[in-house]
């Protein structure tokens, strides 16, 4: 008898058929009770694939030995809690710093060029009566990198090779990094044109970037957020973007998504992407491949590919 797992969400078609293989998988999405499936099946699951997982949850799995988590960002996975119920949890960090690095360089590009609008201009009809307006360029501007990480330094590579000036702010200095380093956000965004975001979601994060942060970034500061929509604070951001007292955002991350607000869709010194980070063929793959790698190394007694817990 296959070893028996829950699925918490749709995953790519690929691994949930490396899955099916391997494992008899119980999808909780498909499930029309899922209370019911989750009593029915407590007795045997030993794993879960997917995300959003609290103590609630795994307190109705008693035998769960295993959560990977189908993303490299954790912070919908309680892990104090899983620690404390001797519960191991993966992530899938590297095979999407490449893909993530690449949106965050076009998400730029877009809000300084404003391609979105000017596409849009375009299909309106209204470039005859006249030319789209002059805009901005990302050379010789100064881009601060809040979370000099995996990603990070993907992220902060394309900057150079779009001949940026890169600083940075994490809660540690990187000695062996080039790149000048804040101890002090505020202090970064003072002296940054962009504000790039992707350090972990989580308690640790939430509204790192306040309203004083924002401001420091300015009228002619731009904001970009690939991290997670909890480590702005959303309202301050709209309310200053309404008010043109920073000069724009592009935004892959939201609060509550996908619920976004609604304020943000009429503005032109923004650009909404819907959590696209990871989203291509190659790497959603890739990340399938290691959800399915830390389940069969876990079965297998083997070391876990990318233990987080
Ligand atoms: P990583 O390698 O762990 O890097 C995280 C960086 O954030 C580190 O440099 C760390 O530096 C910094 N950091 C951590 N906690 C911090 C804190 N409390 N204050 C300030 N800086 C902090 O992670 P990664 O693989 O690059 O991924 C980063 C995040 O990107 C993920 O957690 C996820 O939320 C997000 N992400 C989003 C997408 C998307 O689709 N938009 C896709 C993938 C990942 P210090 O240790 O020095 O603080
Ligand atoms: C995923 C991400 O799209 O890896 C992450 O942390 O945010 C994205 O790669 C997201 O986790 C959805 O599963």
Redesign the pocket.
């Known amino acids: 008898m296959s070893e028996e797992i829950l699925q918490t969400h749709k995953l790519l078609d690929r691994c949930e058929a490396e899955l099916g293989k391997r494992f008899t998988v119980h999808k909780l999405h498909l499930a029309p009770d899922r209370e019911a499936l989750i009593r029915e099946v407590a007795p045997r699951v030993r794993a879960i694939a997917g995300g959003n997982v609290g103590p609630e949850l795994m307190d109705k799995l008693p035998q769960l030995e295993i959560i990977a988590n189908f993303?490299?960002?954790y912070?919908s996975i309680d892990t104090a809690a899983a620690r404390a119920r001797n519960i191991r949890v993966t992530n899938t960090?590297?095979v999407?710093?490449d893909a993530?690095a690449e949106i965050t360089l076009g998400l730029m590009i877009a809000l300084a060029r404003r391609i979105p609008q000017a596409d849009q201009y375009v299909r309106q009809g209204k470039w005859p009566s006249g030319n789209f307006p002059l805009l901005t360029e990302l050379n010789g501007k100064t881009v601060g990198i809040?979370?000099?990480?995996?990603?990070?330094k993907e992220i902060a590579v394309r900057c150079q090779a779009m001949k940026m000036r890169v600083v940075y702010?994490?809660?540690?200095r990187?000695p062996d990094e080039p790149f000048i380093y804040y101890d002090k956000l505020v202090d970064m965004a003072r002296d940054s044109d962009w504000l790039v975001l992707?350090?972990?979601?989580g308690k640790?994060?939430e509204k790192?970037v306040g309203r004083d942060v924002l401001e420091a970034l300015g009228p002619e500061g731009f904001l970009v957020n690939?991290?997670?929509g909890t480590l702005v604070d959303e309202a301050a951001l709209l309310e200053l973007l309404q008010a043109r007292k920073l000069g724009g955002a592009a935004l892959?991350?939201f609060e509550k998504e996908p619920q976004v607000p609604e304020g943000f869709f009429a503005l032109d010194n923004v650009v909404l992407s819907p959590?696209?980070?990871?989203?291509t063929h190659q790497t959603r793959n890739k990340m399938g491949d290691l959800v399915v790698a830390n389940l069969v190394a876990h079965f297998a007694g083997e070391p876990l590919p990318s233990a987080v817990v």
């Open positions: 993303g490299v960002g912070d960090p590297n999407l710093n993530v809040l979370g000099l990480g995996r990603i990070g702010h994490g809660r540690h990187q992707i350090a972990p979601g640790a994060t790192i690939v991290a997670r892959d991350v959590h696209q980070g990871s989203a």
